[in-house]
């Protein structure tokens, strides 16, 4: 293998040897190797030395996919005096004889002199800080310093993190493929240094230029490549002798992480946002050339505008970049990533085909452009400090994303999405003992990497909900505007932004919500009606208590005693009179964790929490939850927020013993005359969820699916399978094809008239994808998996759509075709496909085959058994991966049994060495396994004995 002629100048021609085999590490100039303590010792940079500008260069090899740069960056030393320069970088070799230290200020530069250079390792093997020290003759006082590394690197192939190839088959005209190659990053959190020397930390924000120059194997048309980074180019590339060079504008300053260039051969789609003062934006997005991914890049165009103006009002500071690039790559990691300027996304994350793509589709297209582009000012302008406060980034974007889409799409009503999309979510989460309080300290890159979790993400965003709700909604957007005002362009840390907010609100903020964020957990608020004491009024009795499944462990501790500050809010009915709603009464921990409440009227009922607004479960007593459920029957609870949000406490409060699971199974069974989407899913998943847990009773089990298909059956003669009209709202197509969905595999009958629709429509589509697919594209799903369940002994559906699989460009589709294939009977189609998912061309990523397997009751021992057998190779493909190590090892999560339990513990505990990303992860999924364990033995013989008891015409 040859190396680029571009080659840095001052680099050994051993490098290039050792390029063409693997990075290697650096090697020690004199030979040192005694233990020595150092600043190196601590994850965290030394606090005396800051970034303020990077010269990154960097030479790309195509052919080889190597690459070779110089970084020079200019630094700031503060404080006390210092002999050492840490910076960060893993995986690159450093050419150490071209490292050096110059003193900024005066006429010229003084080079200081380099007393030797060494990896944090070579001090003491055990460290995985990713220091590289230069270490200078002399000690130097404060004063402004530049450092300029020379480095080689490859461009990763095998995984999607860092400086990395993906790749996609391209149909010639002829009906052969090419593959065509892309070459992005993918940095968030700590995968900068593994592309470059940098001090990557969130709060070491620099100013940025870079230029890229790439040279190209014979054969390639250089002419169809572009290279976009975060700024717009100086001037036009420059192409010539296979060679495309550009340089890039400085940027703002900006943490490392959100540094990003991708080089492709895309074609564009562009619109500019014209402000009021004439200001503007190049707003562009990137897709492949074909013509069906360019036409799919119009939507994200349309949104990402509507979208952006919507955030310069609401945060009161414009975005400040020129242009914003949006690309969508065939190969990706997550769902997309904030890079300043140029947001990359997976492909199924960005691209929507008004012809052939569901509604679902669209809305998730729009809600990731929502939350990315939110970041670009909670994440971007504004920083967290440490990543500790990871959820002032990911909690903020998740919260504000909702008004993003509110603005691209009003007739969405989305906002009513985000109880049951995010306040559920987070509580299933964080009612585990393995939970974790929303601001964690770390002390690894692994753990860093783990914060990407549920906590930060949704737990983040609902309790920023809960301080709108608490504060008022104005009141809330004028302190978050206060907070963009006060650190732009800086790193904040969480008390910073509750002091923001208390400039302007009428509570002590900081005092509330310390009690959310330092504690991990919620609690639940039981409710009791006194009628008797004084006529005509009702005394209302409110007491919290932490709410936990499971049992807490030995070190479970909390300053805050696992009490919070509470803000409670009810509807309640008048006896033989309206519904009214209550103001907000404080619960304050430190005052007493009861209270009461008295009201001058006689109260029928009460249901807490208006509209889910609060991070907590409500429980009740048992004359009041009968009259809620009559309260349901009879439409006097009538908000779909309400009913969902009542519906979930309740399960929740019976897995944790504190109602009967009869009594809150008996709240369902109203649920035929539910017409609320967000309502009925709720009740589904409930139902669903109880009826998992008895699977073994075949009697129960099997009327589980009877009560699913009454349940459902209004719901599809009411939906029918096509569209109503035009403006149906968002819900309407949930609805169907949830409905659908869950009624074909329920009724368990193919001579059932809406099995056979279904089956007949799968055959036309096989006959003729390229026309039926917009004419089943909102129950697309429905259509596929009703199909494999339905299949033939030779699996003659199954195959005929692992063929349509081959065949799919589009990942949404991938996606839905390999959930519907792993739902086959047959184990050992199964056992082939998994092991076709390792094939480098395998669509939509191979753990997602696996993970689709294991969704499935009848194949929880299938999956785990295959995970075991194929983890060395998922662990390779995927242990640096922020979530999709998380992905694989919840799979066992399911199981029931102490025996599993054991055996998934020893598993792990033997696999430990390279779980990477996931260790976090396997106390969580051993969590669950205990928990339910405890469900099986406490509630196993009632729930059995509801659905043996249920009767049917």
Known sequence: MRCSTHFMTGLSIWMCVMLSIVPAAVVPSDGIGEVLDGPWDNIRLPENIKAKAYKLSLNIDWEHMNYTGTQEVTMDVTGEDTKYFLIHTVGLVI??????????????????????????????????????????????????????????????TEKLTGMYRSKYARTLQDGSTEMIYQVSTDFEPVDAR????????????????????????????????????????????????????????????????????????????????????????????????????????????????????????????????????????????????????????RESSLLYNPTTSSTAEKQRVCSVIAHEAAHQWFGNIVTMAWWNDLWLNEGFASFVEYYGIDAAEPSWNILDFFYPDEMTTAMNFDSSPSSHPISVQVSSPEELSGLFDTISYRKGSSINWMMMKFMGDDTFAKGLAQYIDDFQYGNAAMVDLFNSLNKVADVNVTKVMLTWTLQMGFPYVTTSLDNTTFPGSTIISLKQERF??????????????????????????????????????????????????????????????????????????????????????????????????????????????????????????????????????????????????????????GNLWKYVAKMLKPRVDDMGWDPKNESEPITAPKMRDMALRNYCKAVQNETDTTVKEALAKYTEFVADPGTKKSEIKDVFTTVMRTAIIYDDKNNTNWQAMWDLLQKSDWEADQKIYIAALARTKNQTVLRKMIDDSFDENAKAGTWRYLYYVSYHGDHYDLAWELLQDKWDDYAIKYNTTSFTM????????????????????????????????????????????????????????????????????
């Open 548 to 701: 936990i499944v499971g049992e807490a462990k030995p070190d479970d501790i909390s300053e805050y005693g696992y009490e919070w500050h509470i803000p409670f809010c009810y509807r309640y009915k008048v006896k033989n009179g309206a519904v009214k709603t209550s103001g907000i009464h404080w619960i304050w921990s430190d005052d007493d964790t009861s209270k009461t409440v008295t009201v001058n009227e006689t109260i029928e009922w009460i249901k807490g929490n208006v509209d889910g607004n609060f991070y907590y479960l409500v429980n009740y007593g048992a004359d009041n939850l009968a009259a809620l459920a009559t309260a349901l029957e009879n439409k006097e609870l009538d908000g779909a927020t309400d009913k969902t949000s009542l519906i979930y406490d309740v399960f929740r409060l019976a897995e944790t013993g504190h109602v009967a699971y009869d009594k809150a199974l008996d709240m369902t069974k109203y649920a035929t005359a539910e017409k609320e989407y967000v309502v009925l899913s709720r009740i589904l998943s409930e139902v669903l969820s109880a009826g998992d847990g008895v699977k073994t009773n075949e009697t129960a089990y």
């Open 194 to 345: 593994s592309a470059f020397p940098c001090f990557d930390e969130p709060a070491q924000k620099a100013n940025w230029t870079t230029d890229i120059t790439v040279t190209f194997p014979a054969g390639i048309d250089i002419n169809e490549y572009n290279i976009i980074s975060n700024m717009p180019l100086k001037e036009a590339l420059t192409r010539e002798n296979q060679i495309i060079s550009g340089s890039f504008m400085e940027s703002v300053p900006m943490s490392t992480y959100l540094v990003c260039f991708a080089v492709s051969d895309f074609l564009y789609k562009e619109d500019v946002l014209t402000r009021g003062d004439g200001s503007q934006v190049t707003m562009r997005v990137y897709a492949r050339r074909e013509d069906e991914f360019q036409e799919s890049a119009s939507y994200a165009l349309n949104v990402t505008s509507k979208i952006i103006e919507e955030y310069e009002k609401f945060y009161k500071v414009p975005y400040p970049l020129p242009k914003l690039d949006q690309i969508a790559l065939p190969e990706f990691n997550s769902g997309a990533m904030e890079n300043w300027g140029i947001i990359t996304y």
């Open 886 to 953: 998380g992905y694989l090892v919840e799979i066992p999560e399911v199981f029931d049994t102490q025996a599993k339990y054991d055996e998934v513990a020893a598993f792990f505990k033997k696999k430990e060495y390279n779980i990477g990303t996931g260790l976090k992860t396997v106390e969580e999924t051993l969590s669950k396994i205990k928990a339910n364990i405890k469900w099986k033995d406490d509630h196993y013989e009632d729930v059995a004995s509801w659905f043996t008891k249920l009767t049917f015409e």
């Open 95 to 156: 050419d150490k004889e071209a490292t050096t230290l110059h003193k900024l200020g005066g006429k010229t530069d003084e080079e200081l002199t380099v007393k030797r250079t060494f990896m944090d390792t070579e001090k003491k093997p055990e460290l995985r800080h990713d220091f590289y020290v230069v270490e200078s003759e002399e000690t130097v006082a404060a004063g402004s310093y530049k450092m300029k590394i020379s480095f080689a690197g490859k461009v990763q």
